[in-house]
């Protein structure tokens, strides 16, 4: 029988995020896991929360997200 073909698409699931606090400034890189974490999400629901507001790491205040894949 004659092989076929396919493509496997690796998905890399993300390791760290960098964002900056509009409004203390501070620059935030954190391990994925520990943003989590902090956030207490789980990335199994990314779908539900990735519109919702995070807590900044320092100053806690709300910040509207939009999540982007370097
Ligand atoms: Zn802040």
Not at 5 to 21: E, F, G, H, M, R
Not at 42 to 47: E, K, Y
């Amino acid at each position: 029988m004659k092989k076929l073909k396919t493509t496997v698409t690796l998905i890399q699931a993300p390791s760290d995020v960098d964002y900056t606090c509009p409004y203390c400034g501070e620059r935030v890189i954190q391990d994925f896991e520990e943003f989590l974490d902090d956030q207490g999400l789980s990335w199994i629901n990314f779908s539900d929360w990735q519109y919702e507001p995070i807590k900044c790491h320092f100053c806690e205040n709300e910040i509207e997200v939009f999540y982007e894949f370097d």
